[in-house]
Every structure is written in C-alpha cells, then in structure tokens.
C-alpha cells in the first residue's frame, strides 16, 4: 500500500500547524531525510497496532527475491509458537508478541533489514559489497564481497545472514526491492500488505504520516517512532501500541550513526602517515648525530691522552 | 656452496646462469631437514599438522559451518579473535624493537632484532594468512587491493593495506639475513640500504595497524559488554602490542636458548640476561601507560556500576591478575635484577594479552546471549596446525640462515662454506 497525495493532505491537515512546525524545524542533529545527492529517500513506515499476522509480506517477499519455499507455509499460524530470526532464506519474518493493554489481541512485529541512514554494514564493508544507495536501499554486491562478515559484527539490528554451510558463501538480507523500486514499483512485502501496516513512500513524508497518528491517538502508541533517531535514523520506521523492548526491537541503540564511531580513528590515519615518519627520521638523525659526536669525542680524548706523557 | 667457490677458484667469472643454478641447488639442499626426524616435537606436530590440513580440506569443501562453531549471532570465532587478533598484537614485539636499536640506537638488543623481525614476519604470514581460512570467499582477498572496489571508510580495509604492506616492510628487514645466507653481498648491501626506510615505515604501519584492529570493534558498542569497548580500544590495543609484542620476545627467548643452544652466538649469551632486563623495563612502562588509560575508561565510563556482575569479576581477573600483577612482578624483577623473574612474568602478561582480545573479540562480545560461542575442537585444532607449521618454518631458518648472529661484513669472492663460517666470521670482526 502507498500513500496518496490526498490521504496524506488529509492526515497531515489534522495535524495542522503543530505537524508542519515539527517537520520544519527538525531536532538539533535530526536524521538527514535526502542523500548526499538531493535525492528524497525512500521508506517504509511499520505500524504494529495494524499488523495482523497474516505473513503476506512474507510471502511476497519470498517469491520476489525467488528464495527457496519454506517447509512450514506461509498459512501456517504455528510459526509464532517461538521467535523466528531472519536467515539466509526469508529476509524478513512476522513475530507473534503478548498484548499487555488486551491479552486477546497479541501484537505482530516484522524484523528486516533497516537500512539505515548511515549504514554499519556499509561503512564497515573493505571492498564496498554493501552499498547505500541514493534512494535508501542498502544493497549487496555478491561479486565483490570476500566473506569477512565484519558487517554481521558491525550491523546493529543484527542483519546481514552468511551461508555457513556453502563452499562459496554470500551474505543475505532485504535489499528494499532495490530493483522494483527502480522500475517504479514499491518492494513486494507493501505492496502485498492488506491492512497498511506496512507503508511505502518517500521518508519524510512517512515521519510526518508517523507523527500525525502519534498526535491524533495518543492513547493508542507509544509517544516515539522508532527508527527516527536510533543509530543515526534508520529507512524503515517503526510506529508501537507498547514499548519497543516488548516487541523484540533493540533497545540500546544510540543516536550516533555509526560511521562516526570510526570516523575520528579514521581521519587520524594520514596525520600518522605524515608525522610518525618525519618525526623518526628526525629522531633517527639526531641520535645518530650525537653518537658520532660523542665517539669522536671519545677518540679525540684518547688521542690526547695518549699524547700527554711524550 | 662448494661448485661455485671451484668456479671461483678456476678464475673465470660465473655467468648468471652458473649462478642461478647454483642458488637453486644450494635452496634445494637446504630444504632437505636436518637432524633426527622422529623426535617427540615432529611427531606430535606433524599428526596436529596432518590431522588439521584434512580439517582445512573439509572447510574448503563444505563451508565454514562443517568445522566451525560459528553462527549468524557470533560472525568471529577465535580464528579471528585468536589467530589474527592475537597473533598480530604478539607480532609487535619487531616494530617495538626496531624502534629502539634503529632508531634510537640501543645497541644493547641488537643481538635478538633479527629473531624477533623473523618471529614478527612469519606470525604475519601465519596467523594474518590464516584470516584466508576464515574468508567465506578468500579468492574475493584481493578486490581492496587492485582497486575495484575500495571501502575506503572501512577500518579493516585499513588494516588489510598494513598486512599486506608491513609483511613487505618485515620481509625487507629481514631479507639481508637471506642473502647473506645466500651469500648475495651485492643484494645484501642493496637490501642494508633499504632498511632504514623500511623500519620507518614499517614502525608508521603497525602503529596505525595495531590500533586498527581495536578500532574494528569500534562498531559494535552494544554488543561488547562495557567493560570493554571504549573510544579509547585503538588507543589501548596499540600499548598493550608494546608488551604483547616484549613479552613474546622474552618468552621466544626463553624456548629458542634451550632449542637452538648451538645457533647462538657468544654475543647474545653473554648478554642474554641484561637483554631480559632491559626488554622488562620496556614492558613495565607500556603497562603503567596501559593501566592509565584503564582508569581513565574507568572513571570516564563509570564502569564501577558493572563490577559487581558476574562480567564485572571476569573484567577483576583479566586486570588485576594479568595486567596489575605482571606489573608488579616486573618491578620486583627489575630491583632484584632476576632475569628469571622476568620471564616468568612475560608469560603472564602473554597470557593477559591473549585473554584480553578474546574478551573483546568473542567473549564480551554478545555476552548477553543465551546461546554462546565457543570453539569447536576442530577450530582449535587447526589454530594449533597454524602454529605448528609456523614453528616449523622458524626452526628452519633459524637452523639455516644468520639469525643470531650479526655478520658485519661478508667479503666479496669469499663465500661462506655454511652459517658456521659466518657464525666464526662474526665472532672475529
């Protein structure tokens, strides 16, 4: 499901001045909404209080990345008698978690691959296998990846899927349906959502979408949307009815993108290259001087003290 | 190198094909082993490396998941942490000490830089080489190197460069030792040319790849307890390779003075005990330097908060018994002048090195899971594989080319009838 033009006027017309001030004015070091180029990104807004567990987006998922069928089908409601985790076959999974307002309705989260702002996985990659693109996929190139899996450390949703069981592994996850986007499509799993708990469309006006529903049902979520902060700002959002720790999301995240923890060790590489070298010539030339000196010295006070009794 | 002294004793020059032939016949005859074959040491490193070259067939075959122990929640197991990161911060011991007898020009360890640039080349060789193992697609190794693809914010990416540069570095350093074995003078005195810079250079490298392989783990501050990940992990993985790296000096002493008693010149013998000495006092500074910057962690992170857990004690362990103690014992060492003392603590403090990047590397790391990493035994097989051949290849040098012995001169039309020549030659000059 996209969002029209309409609806969101129309959403964004109930919010009225407190929403346009808020998309105005962004918090001090808010998430960059464009790419370095000026391209809007794209994303996906993930409302948990509308996901009912039907795992169409699952499915869809499945069949556009052509991934192997799964031996318990997509019908099956018994998966959520435990937690899944993606793997190396099914890039995004539904998770069933208990309802503490009503115990009757529990609540179905989906976990994928982010695709941060400032990605991890890409900041980390040494051969540029993971790659942020303009429009906000984070993609794979599984021609140049060496298997180092420095991203699997790296990712803080703990993402990226490596095939351990094959001579000649790669590494797995969502790529937003890089290629559909490109020819104009929105990525499998939302355009298969029935209910829109699953929202495709440019990041900004998704945040403002997330927060006209957080302002006009209070009551209903909780006051955050996670993804706008965490780890730098992340692509896909995620709107909540109970605290994300409940839900399976990562809870200690900090609002630094990562490409910064690493940055500052990064830009003190060249200064290194160009002062631990002059400095060691000048320190392996000074010693060398004063040794030479000192020696001559030496055999200088030799010679004169030789030369004394004759 | 009897052929080619009859070449020069009829007078004619040799030509360079005479010459090449030569060199390959003089290599394929050093190859043969020396001495007994079937002593408890072959033995058992030879089943380890047998055993553990099926282990590496298998891997091949079959993928990571067949000998390892590793999951999509602990991508590094101790291949990485163990071998690599490990094996690394022992290696510094070549960069701390061509420091000190290149450039700062202490005569006194001159005897052992060769031993340990040939300690630190090979554990390059071995224990970065052994990172090929743990590749998923170690045939991709070179796509940061030719440059289609170049991940220029990725610190391993840097680091990967310095491996690769720093072996060149190390080789160069080391490789008038191989000419002078293979009585090359001209290229020896190339290679003496070249190996200021190359020490330079190689010193900018490791500080830069020391830090580095820290800095790796500045990208997971959620999932390394603490305790342990800091801003300051480059800062502190660059110290404690100054006394990884001494400590392995002392302790490749305390194994190559028994082993290799009849390679060793009279020069290091006698001076073998105030080297010990001198190389504790290096490493008691580098660990006041290191536990400085603990404190500062530890007051700038508050860390106090996190003692009292079962990590908490872990984290008492690794400090005060291996980082606190040796330093003690270092000093204690140092005022009763007891060189024994002091390799006893170098083995302590190795063993504080090696738990401290197993901490940061696999055992803090996720140490909230439930399910954990820990080796298979086929892991660690191989691990011992590596460091089997690795030995190997030390103790045939070391029972070939000049490495404890500094020859100053190798005089030209003159060679060498072995290393006991030089070995003589050098004790005369």
Known sequence: MTISRRNFLKAAGTAGGVLLAGGANPARGAAPQTSAGGVEFNGMLIDTTKCIGCRACEEACNEANHLPKPIVSFDSESVFEKTRDTTTGAFTVVNRFPNPKDPDKPIFVRKQCMHCNQPACASACLCRAMEKTREAAVIYHKDRCMGCRYCMVACPFDIPRFEYNSPTPFVWKCIFCNDRQKRGEQPACSEACPTGATLFGKKRDLLEIAKTRLYTEPDKYVHKIYGEHEVGGTGWLYLMGVPEEKLGLKTNLPTTPYPELTSGFLYTVPLVFVLWPSLLIGLNYLIKESKESKETEETEEKEASHGNPE | ?429
């Open chain 2, 1 to 429: 190198m009897a052929i080619r002294s009859d070449v020069m004793a009829a007078g004619g020059a040799p030509t360079f094909a005479q010459v090449a032939g030569e060199t390959v016949r003089f290599i394929l005859s050093e190859l043969k082993p020396k001495g007994k074959m079937l002593t408890p040491f072959n033995v058992i490193t030879g089943v380890i490396v047998l055993a553990g070259l099926v282990m590496i067939v298998i891997r091949f075959a079959y993928g990571l998941g067949a000998v390892s122990n590793l999951s999509q929640n602990y991508p590094w197991g101790i291949w990485i942490g163990f071998d690599v990161v490990t094996g690394v911060a022992f290696a510094g011991g070549a960069y701390v000490l061509c420091f000190v007898v290149h450039i700062l020009k202490f005569k006194k360890f001159e005897p052992i830089v060769r031993v340990t640039v040939l300690n630190g080349f090979l554990a390059y060789v071995f224990y970065a080489g052994a990172l090929l193992l743990d590749l998923g697609r170690p045939w991709n190794v070179i796509n940061p190197i030719i440059g289609n693809a170049f991940g220029l914010s990725s610190v391993l990416f840097l680091v990967a460069w310095h491996f690769l540069l720093y072996m060149i570095c190390e080789f160069l350093e080391f490789s008038p030792v191989v000419a002078e074995w293979l009585n090359w003078p001209k290229a020896r005195r190339i290679l003496m040319g070249l190996s200021t810079g190359a020490v330079i250079f190689g010193i900018t490298l490791s500080t830069l790849h020391q830090s580095g392989l820290g800095a790796l783990f500045l990208l997971a501050p959620t999932k390394i307890h603490p305790l342990w990940y800091s801003h300051n992990i480059p800062v502190m993985f660059f110290v404690s390779s100054i006394f990884a790296g001494l400590s392995m000096v002392m302790i490749e002493s305390f194994f190559t003075q028994k082993a290799f008693k009849d390679r060793i010149g009279h020069e290091l013998h006698a001076a073998h005990d105030s080297i010990l000495l001198g190389l504790g006092k290096g490493a008691v500074g580098a660990l006041f330097a290191y536990i400085f910057i603990k404190l500062i962690d530890f007051v700038h992170y508050k860390q106090w908060v996190h003692l009292n857990t079962p990590m908490g004690y872990w984290y008492l362990f690794e400090i005060v018994g291996f980082v606190v103690l040796p330093t003690a014992l270092f000093l204690q060492a140092i005022r009763t002048r007891n060189p024994k003392l002091v390799q006893f603590t170098a083995f302590l403090t190795a063993a504080g090195v090696i738990l401290n990047r197993l901490n940061v590397s696999v055992i803090a790391f996720k140490w909230y899971e439930t399910v954990r990493y820990y080796p298979s035994w086929m892991e660690i097989w191989v691990t011992l594989t590596i460091i089997s051949m690795e030995l190997w290849v030390f103790r045939w040098v070391i029972n070939r080319m000049p490495v404890f012995v500094e020859t100053h001169e190798v005089v030209e039309g003159q060679p060498a009838e072995d290393a006991d020549v030089i070995t003589w030659k050098a004790s005369d000059s």
